[in-house]
T-cell receptor, first 114, second 115 residues
Framework: SQKIEQNSEALNIQEGKTATLTCNYT??????LQWYRQDPGRGPVFLLL?????KEKRKERLKVTFDTTLKQSLFHITASQPADSATYLC?????????????FGSGTRLSIRP | EADIYQTPRYLVIGTGKKITLECSQT?????MYWYQQDPGMELHLIHY???????EKGDLSSESTVSRIRTEHFPLTLESARPSHTSQYLC??????????????FGPGTRLTVL
């Protein structure tokens, strides 16, 4: 069956360190993969998108990698800050067509301690 | 901040009542979605629309219905609310064209409690 798996355990990181979150998927060949941030009681906010032909994408302190052979994406936050504490969701799009839907993982809760 | 709105933000209602959750966006997006999310759990797609007069059921079976009479408006209706409908409902929208890459803009959500 098709599924997306993210770190089920919460991740606790010391401020200033790099946080690395993992997203693994099975039985998909996604056209692209997205990462979202979700704060408690609020809707997700889009952060980054990476396409199947891209290995790495950066935006400020964020970096995403995409390995279609391993069927895995890694999401890095460098120089982490307490304000980065949130749940981070991985989502993938099965195809480029306008009919494609986004499938979300269950998310990883990240806590950055001062 | 995304221009997508949901009302009400919180709703507590008794079993058997009919409810409508409102969702509006001012970005001119063709695609709109409704997700259901329980605390600490993943988002489940329950309905989506590609444009006016287009609606489809999502991956999670839901007793709710939706309509899309105007581009900017995508209300969700429960004819007879039950305690099992208690959840957070999130509305989202995105551009239609694949070149825009499909990032979704979410509303703040409606937290529904059915007693």
């Amino acid at each position: 069956s098709q599924k997306i798996e993210q770190n089920s355990e919460a991740l606790n990181i010391q401020e200033g360190k790099t946080a690395t979150l993992t997203c693994n998927y099975t039985n998909y060949s996604p056209a692209y993969l997205q990462w979202y941030r979700q704060d408690p009681g609020r809707g997700p906010v889009f952060l980054l998108l990476i396409r199947e032909n891209e290995k790495e994408k950066r935006k400020e302190r964020l970096k995403v990698t995409f390995d279609t052979t391993l069927k895995q994406s890694l999401f890095h936050i460098t120089a982490s800050q307490p304000a980065d504490s949130a749940t981070y969701l991985c989502a993938l799009a099965p195809g480029y067509s306008s009919a494609s839907k986004i499938i979300f993982g269950s998310g990883t809760r990240l806590s950055i301690r001062p | 901040e995304a221009d997508i709105y949901q009302t009400p933000r919180y709703l507590v209602i008794g079993t058997g009542k009919k409810i409508t959750l409102e969702c509006s966006q001012t970005m001119g997006h063709d695609k709109m979605y409704w997700y259901q999310q329980d605390p600490g759990m993943e988002l489940h797609l329950i309905h989506y629309s590609y444009g006016v007069n287009s609606t489809e059921k999502g991956d999670l079976s839901s007793e709710s219905t939706v309509s899309r009479i105007r581009t900017e408006h995508f209300p969700l209706t429960l004819e007879s609310a039950r305690p099992s409908h208690t959840s957070q409902y999130l509305c989202a929208s995105s551009y239609q064209t694949s070149g825009r890459a499909g990032e979704q803009f979410f509303g703040p959500g409606t937290r529904l409690t059915v007693l």
